[in-house]
Antibody, heavy 118, light 110 residues
Framework: QVQLVESGGGLVKPGGSLRLSCAAS????????MSWVRQAPGKGLEWISY????????YYADSVKGRFTVSRDNAKRSLYLQMNSLRAEDTAVYYC???????????WGQGTLVTVSS | QSALTQPPSASGSPGQSVTISCTGT?????????VSWYQQHPGKAPKLMIY???KRPSGVPDRFSGSKSGSTASLTVSGLQAEDEADYYC??????????FGGGTKLTVL
């Protein structure tokens, strides 16, 4: 069955870095754009980035552009999110998603919590 | 770009219909037919309910329907059931390859 499993979340200090991973299984990874979406505690959803199946193009939300980098390794069926210069407002559950239709995420991982605090 | 505008709450009794709105601009909802709706139960990941304004993924009951008029999209849930109580989010493609979400609507089944 289709699975998206995020890992790498945790507690990090402001200004620090963290790398999230998303392991995909149960489908042809190269057939899909992939996205990252986050949700701050008790708040709504916020789109972060999406990456094409070939890793170009890649698009980012203005709130993370220049600080976050998305990549994928199709051979490893994995998606990554490198987060630098982290701020308190980056505290959120980060979801890896599979784009099943144009700009619509049909599959979501369980999420991984990132907490930015001193 | 700002988030799309949704009412914070909506409610209805079992069997009734309820409609949730999602208002944007000509740069997002009004300019493209790439509006989606997601259902999220507490502590769970969101689930896609509607894509491309009015299309349902396989497995989503036909009680859920979507529409759009100008820069406002709508999700209608007919024949409300207890399990429909959840948070609902709209999203839309926006200019310059962005994706915007609404602030979310908490649907209560009375």
């Amino acid at each position: 069955q289709v699975q998206l499993v995020e890992s790498g979340g945790g507690l990090v200090k402001p200004g620090g870095s963290l790398r999230l991973s998303c392991a995909a299984s149960g489908f042809t990874f190269t057939d899909h754009y992939m996205s990252w979406v986050r949700q701050a505690p008790g708040k709504g959803l916020e789109w972060i980035s999406y990456i094409s199946s070939s890793s170009s193009p890649i698009y980012y939300a203005d709130s993370v552009k220049g600080r976050f980098t998305v990549s994928r390794d199709n051979a490893k069926r994995s998606l990554y999110l490198q987060m630098n210069s982290l701020r308190a407002e980056d505290t959120a559950v980060y979801y890896c998603t599979r784009e099943d239709y144009y700009y619509a995420s049909g599959r979501w991982g369980q999420g991984t919590l990132v907490t930015v605090s001193s | 770009q700002s988030a799309l505008t949704q009412p914070p709450s909506a409610s209805g009794s079992p069997g009734q219909s309820v409609t949730i709105s999602c208002t944007g601009t000509s740069s997002d909802v009004g300019g493209y037919n790439y509006v989606s709706w997601y259902q999220q139960h507490p502590g769970k990941a969101p689930k896609l309910m509607i894509y491309e304004v009015n299309k349902r993924p396989s497995g989503v009951p036909d009680r859920f329907s979507g529409s759009k008029s100008g820069s406002t999209a709508s999700l209608t849930v007919s024949g409300l059931q207890a399990e429909d109580e959840a948070d609902y989010y709209c999203s839309s493609y926006a200019d310059s390859n962005k994706l915007l979400f609404g602030g979310g609507t908490k649907l209560t089944v009375l």
